[in-house]
Each structure stands twice: as structure tokens, then as C-alpha cells.
């Protein structure tokens, strides 16, 4: 059972578990990692809440602990799991700013106005923001940048992003190998 994303947003996705005394991983989808704590208790895909507790970081994931998971065995079961909080728990947006929950289902379109498909996952490898969507002429997905020069517009409102996708795709000078 997927929550209402227009209730609830995803916080972070329990990784795995951690230790034998029911730790879990989880990767922090917030901004800043003490906001994973600081809204109250998250919840399950299910409705179940779960109130966690940062004990530390190892490899980007913060080290948990929950009241409720106490062995290694209950955190495996969790393995997995998002973690979502009631969108009306967290802080007003500032002008221009957008929770990625949001983008999620968005029409891309081209700068030419064609349209390429809907927003499905957001992700950020270390070189910048990635956007992938659905093709909405194809069964399959694509990943473009989600970052300026490739990045014109987001329209909240209309439910629509521009993207530059020629910037994308092509180089504007070949490369040329090198030894």
C-alpha cells in the first residue's frame, strides 16, 4: 500500500539492518540529516509509525535505532521500507524551493515543447541531480540531468518541467582521445 504523497512525504528508505541489537541503516533523503528526527515519529508504508533515533553515520547512512525493533531479526524485516512523514509536520517552503516529493508524476517536456514523459525518481550520483522519467512514447526510462544549463523551468502549477535536452545529448565538441 503506497501512502497519499499529497499527505505524506518520503524522509529516507531503510537500507539495512545494523548489528545484532536491531539498528538499521537508513539513507536520508532530507537536506540535513538531523531533520530526519526532528518532525516526530515516521511511518511505514503501512500506517505503522516507527520513531528513530540517529546513533551515528557510516558510509553516508545514518545508524538508527528504534524502541520498537530490538533485534537483528525484526530490523531485517524492514529492510527496504520507506519512511514518510505527514507533509503538513514540515516547515513552509521558501520562495523557489520545492520538496522532490512533488516532482514525482510531473510532465517533462523538451524546450521545443515536445513531451518526453513524467517524472518518476530523482537521484543524485555525485555529479549533480539526476531526473528520470518515464518515455512517454515508449515503455522505457531515460535519465537526464536536473541541473542548469539543462534545467529551464519548473512549473508547480501546471505540473510541467523544461528541460534542455539538445545540451544534453549532444557535446558541442567531439572528444578526442588521448593517450
Excluded: W
Aim: hydrophobic share 35%; aromatic share 6%; charged share 25%.
Amino acid at each position: 500500500m503506497q501512502p497519499d504523497t499529497q499527505k505524506m512525504v518520503i524522509m529516507g528508505i531503510i537500507t539495512a539492518p545494523h548489528g545484532v541489537r536491531g539498528q538499521i541503516k537508513v539513507k536520508i533523503f532530507c537536506e540535513r540529516a538531523q531533520d530526519l528526527t526532528a518532525y516526530g515519529p515516521l511511518r511505514l508504508e503501512d500506517g505503522t509509525p516507527l520513531a528513530l533515533q540517529i546513533k551515528g553515520f557510516n558510509k553516508g547512512l545514518a545508524i538508527c535505532a528504534a524502541a520498537s525493533v530490538s533485534d537483528r531479526n525484526t530490523a531485517e524485516t524492514l529492510k527496504g521500507c520507506a519512511l514518510y512523514l505527514e507533509r503538513d509536520k514540515l516547515p513552509e517552503l521558501g520562495e523557489g524551493e520545492i520538496y522532490q516529493a512533488d516532482l514525482l508524476g510531473m510532465q517533462v517536456c523538451s524546450s521545443d515543447g515536445t513531451l518526453l514523459g513524467k517524472v518518476i525518481g530523482l537521484h543524485d550520483f555525485g555529479a549533480g541531480e539526476i531526473i528520470e522519467i518515464q518515455l512517454a512514447e515508449s515503455k522505457g526510462t531515460e535519465m537526464l540531468p536536473y541541473y542548469p544549463p539543462f534545467l529551464k523551468q519548473v512549473d508547480i502549477k501546471t505540473g510541467q518541467i523544461i528541460l534542455d535536452v539538445q545540451d544534453a545529448s549532444e557535446p558541442e565538441e567531439p572528444l578526442k582521445e588521448t593517450r
